[in-house]
């Protein structure tokens, strides 16, 4: 059973006056983290809107060590930091639970920038756990394109709406045949919490995608993040699923939508409820683009189910 709401630690470690919009994504789901990890752990951040809003030491919004680390490094870094405390452990200069080291990172840093270096640590299966929170753009530097979003948004850098469909960061790192990848999102925090507590108790290397609709990129008024991120999941833009050794299972709604029992959302409102689509989508060819967006969730969704019964 998901952990609910209300069954959450009390723990904070992301302490209130940071410097994150008001609804951040980002921040939010790094509570929940925060609660599943408890302090015992170590912080690594690319560049991103999470270092931007972390503030100055000693007065740091994360109740963490945090390391700033480059925007292409945080798999050779995380793997450093992770062998480092091994080792100390091994020569006796580190006693008791050792900290779960964990980075921190954007899609710019994920599925981008920092892919070779991320690729290269799950090859050796480092013990550490990589998040990527994706808000579907670089929003720190005022909402480029990335490799995460999604065909027909708008950018900065794809004015006229993106022509590729996004790819799929999370099975490509399930493809490396690391012990644990999961994908959450904001509006289902008991079971974010639940994915990353068993990411803390698997030795090796986890990956964690968190989507996190951001109101800056997206379009949208601030108090609605959760809202957006219940629709991307009931409109199956958004699957949330988790793989232990190799095994996919979905997890509700998502495993609903797969299994067939619950038909997903049409895309349309939560495509119109986003200004970086809905602004694409007032001409004459809008019915065709939205087909194209659909066309590529329901091609999503078709490829996962069928995925999901390959196990090695
Ligand atoms: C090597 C390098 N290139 C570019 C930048 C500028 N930069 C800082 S944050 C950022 C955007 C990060 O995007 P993402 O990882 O998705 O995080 P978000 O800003 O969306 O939170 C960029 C391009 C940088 N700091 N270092
Ligand atoms: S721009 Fe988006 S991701 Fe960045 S701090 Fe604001 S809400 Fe968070
Ligand atoms: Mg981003």
Avoid at 62 to 71: E, L
Wanted: charged residues 20%; glycine residues 10%; proline residues 6%.
């Amino acid at each position: 059973m998901t952990t609910s709401i209300k069954k959450l630690p009390d723990i904070e470690q992301v302490l209130s006056g940071n410097g994150a919009c008001g609804g951040c994504p980002a921040t939010m789901a790094l509570r929940i983290v925060g609660k599943a990890l408890g302090p015992n752990a170590i912080m690594l951040l690319t560049p991103a809107c999470s270092v931007a809003s972390m503030g100055m030491t000693p007065k740091l919004g994360y109740n963490w060590p945090c390391i700033n680390i480059c925007f292409a490094t945080a798999g050779s870094s995380a793997s450093g930091i992770t062998h480092a405390i091994e080792i100390m452990k091994e020569k006796g200069r580190l006693q008791g639970d050792l900290p779960t080291v964990f980075s921190w990172a954007g899609d710019g840093g994920t599925y981008d920038i920092g892919f070779q270096a991320l690729s290269a640590a799950a090859e050796r299966n480092d013990n550490f756990i990589h998040f990527c929170y994706n808000n579907e753009a670089y929003s720190n530097t005022g909402v480029q394109r990335s490799g995460a979003t999604p065909r027909g948004s708008y950018t900065t850098t794809t004015p006229t709406g993106k022509r590729h469909p996004k790819k799929n960061m999370a099975l490509l790192m399930l493809e490396h045949n690391i012990p644990y990848v999961a994908t959450a999102t904001v509006a289902y925090p008991g079971d974010l919490y639940d994915k990353v507590v068993k990411a803390k108790n698997t030795p090796g290397m986890k990956y964690i995608e968190i989507l996190s609709p951001c109101y800056l990129g997206w379009q949208f008024d601030m108090p609605e993040t959760v809202q957006m991120s219940r629709m991307a999941v009931k409109s199956g833009a958004w699957l949330l699923w988790e793989a232990e050794n190799g095994k996919i299972t979905f997890n509700n709604p998502s495993s609903q939508i797969i299994s067939g029992k619950k038909e997903p959302a049409p895309v349309d409102e939560y495509l119109m409820k986003q200004g970086r689509f809905s602004r694409l989508l007032k001409g004459p060819d809008a019915e065709s683009r939205i087909a194209e967006i659909q066309g590529d969730i329901n091609r999503e969704i078709a490829f996962m189910r069928e995925r999901a019964k390959i196990t090695y």
